[in-house]
């Protein structure tokens, strides 16, 4: 182009064709060439900042799940009431006084009383299956059988009981 074309043309057409030159071209080979220098480090800092943000995220969506389990723990024990787990067991409310007082004291001591399992995974009981499962391979025999009765006694997560009763047969 001369300078002749440039006064000839509508004023900002060719201010607008060179910034769209200046930003799809000459600033991505710039880019390009200010790295060429350094590619091992842009391509570091580059990883380095995606996995800051897969962390993030991570640890974002554990937290919401571990709020939400409790949450859901919590409004599933305000629908069946202190001392019932079912509700077909709710549904016998003709001596409820004397019904549910004598199961309470006979029946709880029983579930609660493996009940120290904190020790083997803190927060076990926040915690979903599939966590509890990525866990159990570094556990003893004696643990898993430990770990085995209580949930047993409390949830009874099929998957964990599955898994725990597999490591038990490997270990055999």
């Known amino acids: 182009m001369s300078e002749d074309d440039d006064t000839h043309a509508e004023p900002g057409s060719a201010d607008g064709i060179h910034r ?81 007082s004598e199961p309470t004291t006979t029946e709880e001591p029983a579930a609660v009383a493996p009940a120290p399992i904190d020790h083997l995974i803190a927060g076990y009981d926040d915690l979903s299956a599939s966590q509890v499962v990525r866990l159990l391979e570094s ?14 006694a409390t949830r009874g997560r099929r998957t964990i009981l599955n898994k725990a009763a597999q490591l038990l047969q490997e270990g055999a």
């Open 20 to 100: 769209l030159m200046d930003q799809f071209v000459f600033a991505p080979i710039g880019a390009l060439a200010a790295m060429k220098g350094d590619l091992e480090g842009s391509a570091e800092r580059g990883r380095q900042r995606v996995e800051l943000q897969l962390r993030n995220a991570r640890f974002i969506g554990e937290m919401a799940v571990q709020h939400g389990s409790k949450e859901i723990v919590r409004r599933f024990k305000d629908l069946t009431g202190p001392g019932r787990s079912t509700e077909p067991e709710r549904a016998s409310d003709t001596n409820e006084d004397t019904a549910t």
């Open 139 to 152: 556990f003893s025999p004696a643990e898993l059988d430990e770990l085995v009765a209580y949930e047993s």
